[in-house]
């Protein structure tokens, strides 16, 4: 009989400190209490989900039971106390969910428990998980307990909502603030674990799973673990836009390119392809949110280390984003902002996008100092992309206006200006090349 599969997330918990991800300075300084033998009688981890709360507490109570413990305050993983804890057998650690044990007589018999002192090892650890959950009078028969514990407990809670925290009991723990894990890590440590399982995965899928996973590493592994089932084995760009049904970056290069050239028709054909796959009007607006705000930041060297980009993918955002301009991005940024803002109340919220699209439009008439090209990608890319490209005439714009129109396709006779065009285009088809 085969052994039952195993979710990722679960398989690969860290089991050591030097494992925990993107929390180094709280594991520094959980190992150094062990080792100098300073461990308090009451700690409150606090973060987002899927960070390493729950994990840096069971590592933690491990290690301080553990018989032989590293000069670097790591558990040694051999002692009787160690394998206890890895088979799920130790008598000293208990793990309680304050969210349905959240009554005062669950308190009540955690109380007595504790005036029971350990059978085996130095500590009777309770890891309390969501400790946000207790009720107030919950909170209130924990607090003599939670001061004064005999010496051989340790408390241990956990919580993603601080703010719901009695300052009470605060004042009472030593208080961990975990941080999100960055999409770098996260990338990292999912490379790993495709290796480790023999699956093969490019590089820009497993930034995009990261970029969703919102800074939580067991959130990454869950998609992780999805788009390998989809893929077979194989974890592709296309698949993982696919099964997490995300629009493909180039369609938001269209919109920008239909956009800065005054494209209506363009625009609003474009707009109604992306609904008809079944896209929400309102993660269009937030998809134009990200992309110009990546170009924004990209078109200064001090803030492009900000963007999460491959290495080969930051010069032609950032060259893409210089051509278009700050004050485009930044009008663009500012009207996306507002429209969020009445996304909600609208009753209209396809009418709302439209008209913020079209809005766009008019503000290179405001702003001067913009580049004047966008060249549209080619025609084998626009087939793997499908956005479809409305080609305008501008002649008689221009005599009307007096001035050059501002097109992607058009052809000018100054020969000044015919390299930022052609620098811009080729950018913009290098970048949809990896992004296809």
Known sequence: ?????????????PNSFSELLGQDAISVTLRR???????????????????GKTSAARIFAKTINCLHPTSEGEACGQCESCKAFEEQRSLN?????????NSTEDIRRLIDEV???????????YIIDEVHMLSQSAFNAFLKTLEEPPSYVVFILATTEKQKILPTILSRCQVYDFKPISVDKIQEQLQKVADSEHIVADKKSLELIAQQA???MRDALSLFDRLAGFGDGTISYQQTIESLHILNESYYLHFAEYIYNNDVSALLTLLDEVIG???DPKTILLGLQDFFRKLLFAADSTTLPLVNLL??????IKRIALDLGRPFLYQALLKLGEAEKRYRASSAKRLLVEMTLIGFTSISK???DMPRTITSSSSSQREQTKPLAVEKKTASIANQEGTKPRVFSSISSNTKEEEPKRRLGTSILQLKKRIV
Do not use: W
């Open 1 to 13: 009989m085969t052994d039952s599969f195993v979710v990722s997330a679960r398989k690969y918990r």
């Open 33 to 51: 209490a062990i080792s100098q033998n300073k461990t308090a009688h009451a700690y409150l981890f606090c973060g987002p989900r899927g960070v």
């Open 93 to 101: 650690i208990f793990e309680l969910d304050a969210a349905s044990n």
């Open 115 to 125: 005036s029971v002192p350990p059978q085996f090892g130095r500590y009777k650890v």
């Open 214 to 216: 919102d800074g939580g």
């Open 277 to 279: 796959k079944g896209f």
């Open 311 to 316: 290495p080969e993918e930051q010069q032609e």
């Open 366 to 368: 405001v702003v001067s």
